[in-house]
């Protein structure tokens, strides 16, 4: 990648742009008791799986962004791509109007989504798209006059969005927030994850006490109060958690008898990320009601979402009374120059066979994860395609969140000084590079995360 030299004459120096950003840039998950004393990471440029700050140092990125840049950085190809298409037609009203780009993706995501899922509905972003799936079924069952039947089934650790609903429904425990919430909307399950299972349970036997849970709680609820079950194939910011095997067809099978919604998040594993378009299917061996995604859609090289919605779905909400609308949408649903970076995305993960290489390279990917386990401050060594997660196991006496969060900010650390990006979460260390990432970049990132685990508990001892 070329960069073009920049004239620093007139800009703000390092520091100047720390204390603008301190004062005047509220950022995501800030920390409310000193939102102004903290020092976030400037980046200055990145290219391929690398970013580089200020002062030149090169990172890999670990989190692959926010689990979404699947063609890598620097493409220029597409930014030629967001170019023309602003030259030519940087918005129109979607209320009103459409689009070739927007009317291309929506045929082109029908067309690689399962099953009858053929009706595609643009959203700003995961969020919204989960927001647009809650309000789908709260539509479809008001023109079914089931006017109670609007509770959602949601997972303890499963994050589906900041918005209001998709907040409503996101089961992250231990965050502590001020939000209000929509309690009477949500139900949560405990938590699905096999490394939290009592000792001497199997893999098997947790799978049928995690979904008795779902049969317990439709029972405890009742099937005519429950609109939707929403479900992360992979509980991603939950710590990368994969149900155990046989979880997602057994309990997609629950819902259908007992006529409640599947939605299938797909937000992080949509696009590739375990090695094809959507994971639902081709994965798990479901086919949902609705599948959200945004994030690997674009790469993140745009914002944008979809919340895709099946035939039968749709056949359910549309009735008689013409004056009735689908009032959902945002000013940037639809967005032309999105729509166009979507397809570009969708055309480079095709001509370059990126989901091919995704499933030949994660055998090796997966292999060098889990040798992390050898070191006695791991507990848990967990993934599937490029989705990885290592959760620490402070050698405390009834291991307290402060002793968690210390193992997690020192290894987050030690990374951080030999130039590799992780995405800390409490006690786990998450990561999911961009798809793009070759044999020997996975043992360059591999070979540094046991330098650190190395370093962390030598300091763990010593503390």
């Known amino acids: 990648m070329t960069t073009l030299p920049r004239d620093m004459t007139n800009e703000p120096s390092a520091d100047t742009m720390n204390e603008w950003d301190r004062n005047h840039q509220l950022h995501p998950w800030a920390a409310m008791d000193a939102w102004q004393e903290s020092d976030y ?77 053929n009706n595609v509905f643009f959203t700003t972003g995961g ?23 609007k509770i959602v089934i949601a997972r303890e650790k499963g994050y589906h969005g900041s918005t209001y609903l998709a907040s409503t429904v996101t089961g992250k425990e231990r965050d502590k927030s001020r939000f209000d919430v929509e309690d009477r909307l949500v139900r949560f399950l405990p938590d699905v994850n096999p490394y939290t299972r009592p000792d001497g349970m199997s893999v098997a036997d947790w799978c049928d006490a995690k979904v008795a849970d779902l049969e317990n709680m439709i029972a405890k609820v009742g099937p005519d109060n429950i609109g939707a079950f929403i479900a992360e194939p992979i509980l991603c910011s939950g710590g990368v958690i994969i149900p155990p095997e046989g979880y997602h067809k057994r309990t997609h099978d629950i819902c259908k008898a007992h006529d409640i919604l599947y939605i299938s998040d797909e937000v992080v594993t949509a696009f590739g990320r375990l090695g094809h378009w959507f994971a639902s299917e081709e994965v798990f061996g479901i086919v949902p009601d609705i599948i959200t995604c945004a994030k690997g859609l674009t790469s993140g090289y745009l914002p944008l979402g979809a919340c895709i919605i099946s035939d039968a779905v749709m056949e359910r909400m549309t009735g008689p009374d013409e004056n009735v609308l689908f009032s959902n949408g945002y000013t940037y649903s639809a967005h032309p120059v999105c729509c166009v970076a979507a397809l570009k995305n969708i055309e480079i993960l095709e001509q370059e066979r990126i989901l091919e290489h995704v499933r030949e390279i994660t055998p090796h990917f997966q292999s060098r994860l889990k040798a992390l386990g050898k070191f006695p401050i791991v507990g848990d060594v967990r993934g599937m395609g490029l989705l990885a997660c290592i959760q620490g196991r402070p050698d405390t006496p ?66």
Request: hydrophobic share 45%; glycine share 8%; proline share 5%.
């Open 41 to 117: 990471q400037p980046i200055e440029r990145a290219e391929g799986i690398y970013l580089w700050d200020a002062s030149g140092k090169r990172y890999i990125d670990g989190p692959g962004g926010m689990w979404c840049v699947q063609i890598g950085y620097g493409r220029k190809e597409m930014a030629t791509a967001i170019a023309d298409q602003v030259l030519r037609l940087p918005y129109t009203s979607p209320w009103t109007t459409t689009t070739d780009p927007s009317t291309l993706l929506a045929k082109k995501i029908a067309d690689l989504a399962p099953g009858d899922l």
């Open 127 to 149: 969020s919204t798209a989960v927001d647009t799936a809650i309000r789908t079924m709260h539509f479809m069952n008001n023109a079914l006059g089931r006017h109670d039947k």
């Open 398 to 463: 009834g291991t307290s969140l402060a002793a968690e969060r210390k193992l997690g900010e020192l290894l987050d650390i030690a990374c951080d000084k030999r130039g590799l990006l992780v995405r800390p979460l409490i006690n786990m260390a998450v990561f999911s590079p961009p798809l793009v990432v070759t044999v020997a970049q996975v043992d360059e990132m591999f070979d540094v995360l046991e330098d650190a685990l190395e370093e962390v508990t030598a300091q763990m001892a010593a503390a």
